[in-house]
């Protein structure tokens, strides 16, 4: 198994707090930053090693010069049981099912756009998907070691055992003849959506009870899964908070 590299302030901060690093490096340069010697701090109290490095060696070490003076190595984590934690789920649990993307920095903005809407845990398929690296995790902005993932081998089956449950099945589909805003996206949810270039598989939207289109102005037909996954997330998490739609008079 290859190493794994955690970086970037946001990133490494929740993963030390999450338990999930191993040793950590330092930029020399930057150790003296309030932001950066909280994280040295954390470690050193949870028995973490730092060590102090030039930041071009953490550059090499990563292979990236995003780091932000900070560099975690991983710790080799046990994958999630997911029937144990679905088993656990709150009646009106809130779930995000990405079906099949594959650009890291889409998929770190989906789970920081996840965390923040206060999603319950966010399902991915073994196959054919993007896994939790370095880049997801600075893309995500900590939400990698703060929001539940589960990889599943069989996203069909899944729904299925959730909607068994009592779940509501919603997916995103362009040529969705309701919007999303004429949706009831209260109770227990899962909200799927496809993929970059293909959408959502056939077997996978067979499985929705319902679809949802974002309705749109201009020419434009499409909007980035991550951009797309961000205003659904925020729609269904104001109505599951009982928030309401400002209505301005003059």
């Known amino acids: 198994m290859a190493e794994e590299w955690i970086y970037g302030i946001h990133a490494v901060e929740a993963a030390v707090q999450a338990g999930e690093v191993e040793r950590l490096w330092m930029a020399q340069e930057r150790a003296a930053d309030a932001r950066v010697l909280a994280i040295r701090q954390a470690a050193a109290a949870s028995g973490i090693a730092v060590v102090l490095e030039p930041a071009q060696a953490l550059g090499r070490r990563c292979r990236s010069e995003q780091h932000q003076g900070v560099l975690a190595r991983a710790l080799p984590l046990p994958p999630r049981d997911w029937k144990s934690f679905a088993g ?94 004429a949706a009831d996206l209260r109770g227990p949810l899962v909200l799927v959506m496809g993929s970059e270039e293909r959408g959502m598989r056939r077997l996978i939207r067979e499985h929705c009870d319902f679809l949802l289109r974002i309705p749109m102005a201009g020419q434009i037909e499409s909007l980035n899964v991550s951009v797309a996954t961000g205003i659904v997330l925020f729609e269904a998490h104001r109505q599951r908070s009982g928030e309401a739609v400002a209505r301005h008079s003059r």
């Open 88 to 181: 656990q789920l709150p009646d009106n649990a809130f779930l995000l099912m990405l079906d099949g993307v594959t650009d890291p920095h889409n998929l770190g903005a989906c789970l920081r756009s996840a965390e923040a809407a206060g999603v319950d845990a966010v399902l991915l398929p073994k196959d054919n998907a993007c896994g939790i690296t370095a880049t997801v995790r600075k893309a995500a902005a900590g939400a990698a070691s703060r929001v539940p993932v589960f990889f599943l081998t069989n996203l069909a089956r899944s729904l299925k055992d959730l909607q068994e449950r009592k779940f509501w099945v919603a997916g995103l589909a362009g040529e969705a003849e309701q919007s999303m805003y």
